[in-house]
């Protein structure tokens, strides 16, 4: 079983929608990173998070630790947000590494 | 932040041939990893570049095959050796300022082993 799991695995949505990426995990973690990967490959980190909720622009990041989960919350859904999002935790017995879900691959169409 | 730069971009290669990936970083970074992405698949830790001494290999990576130079905290190189289409993936410079902190990911080298 991976240490990162994902839910769903694909995503597809109409413009306007409001979207819930999951993220599970079964080790004690530092912290939490949301990774957003675009076709051509490039990375760009979108939040990273310890407890409670961050909010940048239209998405939200939320973390419950207890309960070993996190969603990423896109408002208001455009083509542009089409991209596979990634899921990563720093492990409390390593912090200097990163475990990575395996991604949500989201389409929204216009 | 960090802004990182990757060189080449992509390339196709021949099998049994070696090609090595630059990554440049606009600042001095701690921490600066090495990232294989195979085709559908998420992202697999191939080494830390130390600076200054050997790189530490994740399970199933090694130095023959993946020799890897950081000669400062701000260059690495990862050399990818007698190629095979198994290595056909996108290698990832990524790099940390501090555990604790953002990590930024270079935007990556896309090569296709024939």
């Known amino acids: 079983k991976n240490e990162v799991e994902q839910s769903p695995q694909n995503l597809t949505a109409q413009e306007g929608e409001f979207i819930t990426i999951n993220c599970s995990y079964s080790?004690?973690?530092?912290?939490l990173h949301w990774l957003q990967q675009h076709p051509g490959g490039g990375i760009v980190s979108l939040f990273m998070l310890s407890s409670g909720k961050k909010k940048h622009g239209r998405l939200i990041a939320t973390i419950n630790i207890q309960e070993k989960h996190s969603s990423l919350h896109i408002t208001a859904s455009h083509p542009r947000d089409s991209a596979v999002y990634i899921c990563?935790?720093?492990?409390?017995?390593?912090?200097?590494?990163?475990?990575f879900g395996t991604g949500t691959r989201l389409q929204v169409f216009p | 932040s960090a802004v990182i730069s990757q060189k080449p971009s992509r390339d196709i290669c021949q099998r049994g041939t070696s090609l090595t990936i630059q990554c440049q970083v606009d600042s001095q970074v701690t921490m600066m990893f090495w990232y294989r992405q195979q085709p559908g698949q998420s992202l697999t830790l191939i080494a830390t570049?130390?600076?200054?001494?050997?790189?530490?290999?994740e399970s199933g990576f090694v130095i023959d095959k993946f020799p890897i130079s950081r000669p400062n905290l701000t260059f690495s190189t990862l050399t990818v050796s007698n190629m095979s289409p198994e290595d056909s993936s996108i290698y990832l410079c990524?790099?940390?300022?501090?555990?604790?902190?953002?990590?930024?990911f270079g935007p990556g080298t896309r090569l296709t082993v024939t």
């Open positions: 990524s790099v940390r300022t501090s555990a604790g902190y953002e990590q930024y």
């Open positions: 570049a130390n600076q200054g001494s050997e790189a530490t290999y």
């Open positions: 990563a935790v720093e492990p409390s017995y390593n912090t200097d590494k990163l475990i």
């Open positions: 080790v004690g973690i530092s912290a």
